[in-house]
């Protein structure tokens, strides 16, 4: 759909190739080694199996990696074929052997994936790093299965290249309304009264159900089909990273991860094969510059979906 086809409250990024020439002009096309300085907040046009061996060595603070899952997928023109779980692990093996080197000693890794997938992409992981924690977060979107039980839910395995790494638990606690507004000496117990309501800032857990799936109406989304919500990635960057800190996203797709970083202050580094993808990520790069908001992430703090505070800086679509 082209951009003035659609309705006004429409925010759906779907530039053409020619349309987002400058965007793509923008992007770093590697024939050799390069140094740090080079590749520096860039979005690299290029299959990662051929980049990542160019890349410097130890630069990478936090990777995260959202690659094709083990389903068929046509990524707007590059097809990914489903296959054996055994043949899924050595694909998954082969990406994380070449970008093993670029690691520092204290980096954090997080790989998504679909639940029938995970276990081997756990068996892959588990060879090279110390495998610290699944995640499973719930996706709104997919269609309804009248044989089975809708899928709704993802993997993102968290791992570490050694026992020193970085977690910023206070970076990434969530708020939630009290219930119970229990008081001590007639003064609140672990929470807080304001404007909204009674608050409590909660340790995070390792299933997350207040993510949002990009949507029409939201300025981050995309035509990608497989689009991860900037919220999603904004807690795994706090709470692995440090400000002015590298993120690498060697599946940068439409470039969630590299905004989301921009947006906290990091300094990020993506690959992406798709220039239609790499045009779109341009975009959104362009606007993280002129508002760094993140939609559910606001005061420090995330918040649950449909809070009165959230509501006020984000409406819902009518």
């Known amino acids: 759909m082209k951009e003035n086809m659609k309705t006004g409250r429409n925010k759906t990024i779907d530039l053409t190739l020619e349309e987002g020439k400058k965007y793509l002009d ?11 300085d080079r590749i520096l907040d860039k979005t690299i046009l290029g299959d990662t199996f051929s980049v990542l061996p160019l890349l410097p060595r130890k630069f990478v603070d ?24 055994e043949r899924y692990g050595e694909y998954t093996e082969s990406w994380l052997k070449a970008v093993l080197p670029l690691l520092k000693d204290h980096a954090s890794v997080y790989v998504c994936s679909d639940w029938t997938s995970t276990p081997a992409v756990t068996r892959a992981l588990q060879k090279y790093l110390h495998i610290r924690n699944r995640i499973t977060w719930q996706r709104e979107k997919g269609r309804g299965a009248l044989a089975n039980w809708k899928n709704a839910m993802e993997d993102i395995l968290f791992a570490t290249v050694s026992n020193g790494y970085t977690f910023n638990v206070d970076a990434v606690k969530m708020r939630r309304k009290v219930i119970a507004p229990y008081k001590t000496d007639g003064q609140p117990k672990d929470w807080e009264e304001t404007g909204d309501g ?10 997350w159900d207040d993510i949002s799936v990009p949507y029409w109406s939201m300025a981050e989304n995309t035509a990608h089909p497989t689009q991860k919500p900037e919220k999603l990635l904004a807690k795994l960057i706090l709470a692995s990273s440090r400000e002015g800190e590298v993120v690498l996203d060697p599946f940068s797709g439409s470039g969630s991860t590299l905004v989301t970083a921009r947006k906290l202050k990091r300094h990020y580094v993506g690959i992406e094969q798709n220039p239609q993808y790499c045009v779109w990520t341009g975009k959104r790069l362009e606007m993280a510059g002129e508002d760094p908001s993140i939609q559910g992430y606001a005061d420090g703090v995330f918040w649950e979906r449909n809070t009165a505070a959230l509501q006020k800086r984000f409406p819902k679509p009518e």
């Open 26 to 36: 923008r992007c770093l096309r590697l024939t050799g080694p390069a140094d740090l």
């Open 62 to 85: 936090l990777l995260i990696v959202d690659p094709p899952y083990n389903l068929d997928k046509d990524f707007h023109g590059n097809k990914f074929r489903r296959t054996d779980d």
């Open 198 to 207: 009674k608050f409590r800032n909660t340790f995070p857990s390792n299933f």
